[in-house]
Structure formats: C-alpha cells, structure tokens
C-alpha cells in the first residue's frame, strides 16, 4: 500500500517568508509525528498528533511554528518568518497506534532552504 | 528528558566484517530501543528493535543487545554487504510520559567492496 508521502520535496524560501509543509499519512494510523534532521545531524522530535490533537507541543523551536492535523489524516507545519537556522529537512513519521513501541513510518522528508 | 549519545560518528569496513555501534541513554525509564537505517534522500526505515525484558534480539544477520544496568544497547551487523552502507541512527522512549522517540546523532557505516 502507499505509504508516507510529504509535499513538497523541497523547498526554497526567502527570509521572513512563511511556508507551509504537508504530510500525508498511512491510511488508518492514528499516530502522526514531525521531526526536524538539519545536515549531518540526528532527528529533532518537534511534536506528535494522537488523531487531531498534539498533547505535547514543548519541541516546537519558537513560537514561529506550529502544527495542526485534521480528519485524523493530513497533517501541515507551518513556520512564519522563515529563518536561516530553520533550513533542515522535515520528516513527518505515522504509526498505527500513539505508542512509541509501534513503528513509526517515515515520509522522504522536505528540503527546506531559507535563504 | 531523554539524551541518547552514538558512537561512532562514522564506519568503514570491508565487505564481509562484522560493524558494532553502540549507544547510551540517561533516562531508566525508557523500555522500547529501535534502530533505523536511513539511505540517501529517503526517511529512514526500522530495521530492528528491543524492548526492555529483553536482553538481545536477532534477525538474519542484524542483532541488537541490550544493558539496561548501564543504559547501554548496540547493534551489531555481521558479513556486512556493499547494500548495508547508509547512515543508523538509534533511538529511545518510554511508554509513560512524552512518548516520542529521541534519537542518537547517526553513525555513517560504509561497506568497502
């Protein structure tokens, strides 16, 4: 079956611009999550949807991001007024249940550059 | 909160060597330890996991191990094939509390042909 898709692939953004980042899970996993993995580095939990709700949103960097997911399906991160520093590859990962023993399918990631 | 370390960084081994990385954590609560492999522009992928009751696991010729006295676990790949070359990352949680995955910085294991 299909699994985690993400859109766009990449992304090229100026400065101060806001950018919307969307992901679409595996058909029935209730559990959503976002990482951020910035070059050569590990996977920067930021926050996980159990259905439309995110009970912990403490790994969001600043206040410039933020999530939402609707229908218990697809997911979108937002962040406003880009930052260099924001440039990473995004990676959005679904689970069947919101368990970390269940696994986590991850998406091809975007590509973020701000330039 | 949970601080997952990985060594090493980077790997090189001839084809048909066996590769061991090893990781620590800091939080005794966490139980579940995955590890995933992650090829060039693509999300990385579970290849095998351990939960606490365990103390080593195996599939074909990926095993992992687990300390849980010294917060240790290490995934051991023996005859290593050109195909196994790509960056493994790590990871632990608990089942109580935030239960997101914290996932070590990745360590780049190249295969010499």
């Known amino acids: 079956g299909a699994g985690v898709s993400q859109s766009p692939s990449n992304k090229v953004t100026e400065k101060g611009k806001d950018v919307e980042l969307r992901c679409d899970p595996i058909s029935g996993h209730t559990a959503l999550y976002w990482y951020r993995q910035s070059l050569g580095q590990g996977l920067e939990f930021l926050i996980y949807f159990q259905g439309n709700s995110a009970p912990d949103k403490s790994g969001l960097p600043s206040d410039r991001f933020s999530a939402e997911r609707t229908g218990g399906s697809v997911s979108t991160l937002t962040i406003q007024r880009t930052q260099q520093e924001d440039s990473a590859v995004y990676l959005c990962?679904?689970?069947?249940?919101?368990?970390?023993?269940?696994?986590?399918?991850f998406g091809p990631g975007t590509r973020l550059t701000v330039t | 909160g949970e601080n997952v370390e990985q060594h090493p960084s980077t790997l090189s081994v001839q084809e048909g060597d066996s590769a061991v990385i090893k990781c620590t954590y800091s939080d005794s609560a966490s139980n579940y330890f995955p590890w995933y492999k992650q090829e060039l522009g693509k999300g990385p992928q579970l290849i095998i996991d351990i939960r606490s009751n365990v103390g080593e696991k195996k599939d074909q010729r990926i095993a992992v191990t687990l300390n849980k006295t010294a917060k240790h676990f290490s995934l051991h790949i023996t005859e290593t094939q050109p195909e196994d070359s790509a960056v493994y990352f790590c990871a632990a949680s608990p089942d109580t509390g935030r239960r997101a995955l914290t996932f070590g910085s990745g360590t780049r294991l190249q295969v010499q042909p």
């Open positions: 990962a679904s689970s069947l249940e919101w368990t970390p023993s269940y696994e986590q399918y």
